[in-house]
């Protein structure tokens, strides 16, 4: 059982910046799947960003060029560099990991609140 601990979220003004951090409690392989997703009030979670098959990334149009994903493999951490924040970025972030083949998992962790004031 993989867990997950988010951190970093906070209240920031609108062109500022926050890291996330996702630390998980055992080693992340480059088989995994590692995303961000978030979701604003009353709005479906959406997916912000990933990194897989090693360091493959991929992003929502919306934060291309804004939110850089990254892993620390020594340190099993994720993380998710926010610049340029937006008021429509705000929301609870979480990550998840998706791990196997063709029984895949999804571990979650419980996520981080990101304001974005305007």
């Known amino acids: 059982q993989v867990q997950l601990v988010e951190s970093g979220g906070g209240l920031v003004q609108a062109g500022g910046s926050l890291r996330l951090s996702c630390v998980a409690s055992?080693?992340?392989?480059?088989?995994?799947?590692v995303g961000w997703y978030r979701q604003a009030p009353g709005k479906q979670r959406e997916s912000v960003a990933s990194?897989?098959?090693?360091?493959?990334?991929n992003y929502a149009d919306s934060v291309k060029g804004r939110f850089t994903i990254s892993r620390d493999r020594v340190a099993n951490i994720v993380y998710l560099q926010m610049n340029m924040l937006r008021p429509e970025d705000t929301g609870i972030y979480s990550c998840k990991l998706q791990r196997g083949t063709l029984a895949k998992r999804d571990y979650w962790g419980q996520g981080t609140q990101v304001t974005v004031s305007s």
């Open positions: 990194v897989t098959n090693g360091d493959s990334t």
């Open positions: 055992e080693s992340i392989y480059n088989t995994d799947t």
